[in-house]
Structures are given as structure tokens and as C-alpha cells.
């Protein structure tokens, strides 16, 4: 099992900055895979950054340029700087953990990002 906790939500105006974090504990040892994936009102959840094991990172077009992923596996922990950020980012953001060899899904409780125009 891979209990995953995620912080740093909050309001912020257009143009500003939050990061997030997550924070892994558990089976820990079995975590591939790491990435943020967001859900707005009345929209399916969506792929936000990706990050493997080794690093390589992956994220969606919509925020090239202005999200990046991070990864300390020291700490277990997953991060994702957000600037730039417009009203459309605005969602529920949650911590994807995939572990073991069938890359069983594990979420977090998601935090809420808002962004005022």
C-alpha cells in the first residue's frame, strides 16, 4: 500500500505561482511512476505531469512552459511548480502514485487550486 499526501493549494491571481507537494509513505520501495493529474467542475480529470523513477518527465501541452515536475526520492516526495497560472487552471489537483510491477494506481486526496482572473 502507498499513502500519498498532497499540500500547497490555495488562491493565487492570474500570473502568480503555487507549488505543491506530495508526499509519499508506505510501500514506497515499489513506486515507479509519479505524476499530478487535475479535475475542473464538471470535467473529467485530466493528465497534468508525469515523472518516472528516473526522472524523465512527461506534461500535458497545456502547461508546457509553465508547470514543472520535480522528484526528490529521498524525501518521497513529488512536486509541481505552477507559474504563470491562468483561470483555466483552476481545478482539483491529485498526487498519482503507480507502484509495482503491474503499476497498481494510488491517489491522494487532491487539493484545490484556484486562480482569479
Known amino acids: 500500500q502507498v499513502q500519498l499526501v498532497e499540500s500547497g493549494g490555495g488562491l493565487v491571481q492570474a500570473g502568480g505561482s503555487l507549488r505543491l507537494s506530495c508526499a509519499a509513505s508506505?510501500?514506497?520501495?515499489?513506486?515507479?511512476?509519479m505524476g499530478w493529474y487535475r479535475q475542473a467542475p464538471g470535467k473529467q480529470r485530466e493528465l497534468v505531469a508525469t515523472i518516472s523513477s528516473g526522472g524523465s518527465t512527461n506534461l500535458a501541452d497545456s502547461v508546457k512552459g509553465r508547470f514543472t515536475i520535480s522528484r526528490d526520492n529521498a524525501k518521497n516526495t513529488v512536486y509541481l511548480q505552477m507559474n504563470s497560472l491562468k483561470p483555466e487552471d483552476t481545478a482539483v489537483y491529485y498526487c498519482?502514485?503507480?507502484?509495482?510491477?503491474?503499476?497498481?494506481?494510488?491517489w491522494g486526496q487532491g487539493t484545490q487550486v484556484t486562480v482569479a482572473s
Open positions: 498519482n502514485a503507480r507502484s509495482g510491477a503491474n503499476l497498481r494506481p494510488y
Open positions: 508506505g510501500s514506497i520501495f515499489r513506486i515507479n511512476d
